[in-house]
């Protein structure tokens, strides 16, 4: 699938699910629960203050910007997303819980931020959509010296290769591949100009990592 086709296909299937994504099983049971430990792990193993800027990328419907005003005690003007799908930031603008945030569409690849105007870049099943050598590089441009990167996505297990597992997650009706196990996500972070210091398994194939920006 070609890159444009792709965006294409993402936009289609997250605009048919926006209304209704925060209510799925999927949602409630596996996606919410590995964003709370991601949170977690970051109040714990992150160095930032209570002034901290977040960004979310491919912040969805905001769940996850929900679970950080109360995680790490941030103030909604303090919590920035971006997505890829109108319907899902057309959703997250109307919580309350959030009102004051700053929820954007755009893609990874052109962010309308600052350089350096965040201290944390946060983002939940979806690094394999759009890890890139650009990406990373906004990413990067985005984030302040020494700012966090903390990601969650599946990771296949040790034993199963990524080319295996692609295919067993294309029967999910979005999977477009593009998954690296953990030694290979190490090494794309540290190519990119990131310092992997934390990275560990949670509900099986979720794996949790959190990067350093380097100042180079």
């Given amino acids: 699938m070609e890159f444009g086709e792709q965006l294409q296909h993402q936009q289609e299937y997250f605009t048919k699910y926006a ?3 925060d209510k799925a099983v999927s949602e409630r049971l596996g996606y ?7 949170l977690r792990i970051l109040k714990k193993r992150g160095n930032f203050n209570q002034d901290a800027k977040l960004l ?6 905001g769940k996850l910007l929900e679970l950080a ?5 941030l103030k909604p003007e303090q919590l920035f997303g971006i997505d890829l799908t109108p319907a899902m930031i057309d959703v997250a603008k109307n919580k309350p819980e959030i009102r004051g945030a700053n929820l954007v569409v755009g893609r990874v690849e052109e962010m309308p931020f600052r350089d350096g105007e965040f201290d944390l870049i946060t983002t939940t099943f979806s690094f394999h959509h759009f ?3 650009k990406s990373m590089a906004e990413i990067k441009r985005v984030l302040k010296p020494g700012g966090i990167l903390a990601i969650g996505d599946l990771c296949p297990p040790p034993l199963l290769s990524p080319k295996i597992f692609d295919k067993l997650l294309s029967l999910s009706g979005c999977g477009v591949g593009g998954y690296r196990n953990q030694a290979e996500i190490s090494r794309f972070l540290t190519q990119n100009g ?7 398994r949670v ?3 979720v794996l949790l990592t959190l990067a350093s920006k380097l100042d180079l």
């Avoid at 005003?69 to 005690?73: D, G, T």
């Avoid at 990131?194 to 560990?200: A, K, L, S, V």
């Fill in 19 to 21: 209304q209704g994504y």
């Fill in 32 to 38: 919410t629960p590995v964003k709370q430990a991601l």
């Fill in 131 to 133: 890890a890139s050598e």
């Fill in 69 to 73: 005003k109360e995680e790490l005690s």
């Fill in 194 to 200: 990131f310092q992997p210091f934390y990275q560990n």
């Fill in 56 to 61: 979310d990328i491919a912040c969805g419907t």
């Fill in 203 to 205: 509900k099986g194939l």
